[in-house]
C-alpha cells in the first residue's frame, strides 16, 4: 500500500480509482485478448446441471444481502472475479483466508496459519495488503501472540465492511452481474413457460 495516500487531493485518489477501474475493464474486455484469471461471466447453465442448483434463482439472492452473496459458491467466484477488474480481491482472499482459519483446531496450525495470513494480508508492505486503519493492525498483531480462532476478528469486520459498502453495490451495478440477472430472469421465465 502507498504510503501517503491520505495527503494527496481527493479529486487526485477518486480520478485514480476511476483510473484502476478502467484499466481493469480493459484488461478484460475479450476482444482485446487479455484475460485474467477465470471468465468474468458465470455460466448459469453449467452449473445448473453439473450440481442440480437452480442457480437463476440463486443469481438474484445475491442481491438482496452481501450474506446471501457470501452464503453462495458461485456468488463468492463471480464477486471475486468482479474485485479482480477493480484490482481488489485481495479484500475477499483475506475475508476467505479468516473463515478458514476459523476452522482450524491444531494449535500449532492456529499460530502458523495466523502468521502467514498476517504477513500476506495486514503488516505493512504486505504482498497483498488489506486495507484497515493502523489501530486495527496493531491489535491484530498483539493478537498473534495467543493466537485463538478470534484474531483476526476485528481485521476482517472491517474488511466486510469495506466489501459490502464499497464493492457490493458496485458488482450489483456492473455489467457482468446485470448480464448474469437478465440470463436468470430469462431462464426462468422460460422455465414458467415450459409447465
Same mark, same amino acid.
Given at each position: 500500500m502507498c504510503r501517503g495516500l491520505a495527503a494527496l487531493p481527493?479529486?487526485?485518489?477518486?480520478r485514480a480509482k476511476d483510473l484502476k477501474?478502467?484499466?481493469g475493464i480493459l484488461l478484460h474486455k475479450p476482444e482485446?485478448?487479455?484475460r485474467i484469471g477465470t471468465s468474468s461471466k458465470l455460466q *448459469?447453465? @453449467?452449473?445448473?446441471s453439473r450440481q442440480g442448483i437452480d442457480s437463476s434463482q440463486e443469481v438474484l439472492e445475491w442481491r438482496e444481502s452481501f450474506d446471501q452473496l457470501l452464503r453462495s459458491k458461485s456468488g463468492v467466484t463471480a464477486f471475486h472475479t468482479f474485485l479482480k477488474t477493480e484490482f481488489s480481491e485481495e479484500n475477499l482472499d483475506f475475508w476467505?483466508?479468516?473463515?478458514?482459519f476459523k476452522k482450524?483446531?491444531?494449535?500449532?496450525? *492456529?499460530? @502458523?496459519?495466523?502468521?502467514r495470513i498476517f504477513e500476506e494480508f495486514v503488516q505493512n508492505e504486505a504482498p497483498r495488503e488489506v486495507n484497515i486503519d493502523h489501530e486495527t493492525r496493531e491489535i491484530t498483531r498483539k493478537n498473534l501472540s495467543g493466537a485463538t480462532s478470534a484474531c483476526f476478528n476485528e481485521?476482517?469486520?472491517?474488511t466486510r465492511t469495506l466489501m459490502e459498502k464499497d464493492s457490493y453495490p458496485r458488482f450489483l451495478k456492473?455489467?457482468?452481474y446485470q448480464d448474469m440477472t437478465k440470463q436468470a430472469t430469462s431462464h426462468g421465465v422460460s422455465k414458467r413457460s415450459h409447465t
Open positions: 481527493i479529486t487526485c485518489l477518486e477501474t478502467r484499466l482485446l485478448g487479455h *448459469l447453465g @453449467s452449473r445448473r476467505l483466508a479468516c473463515e478458514d482450524t483446531r491444531s494449535k500449532t496450525k *492456529l499460530a @502458523s496459519k495466523a502468521n481485521a476482517q469486520a472491517k456492473s455489467a457482468s
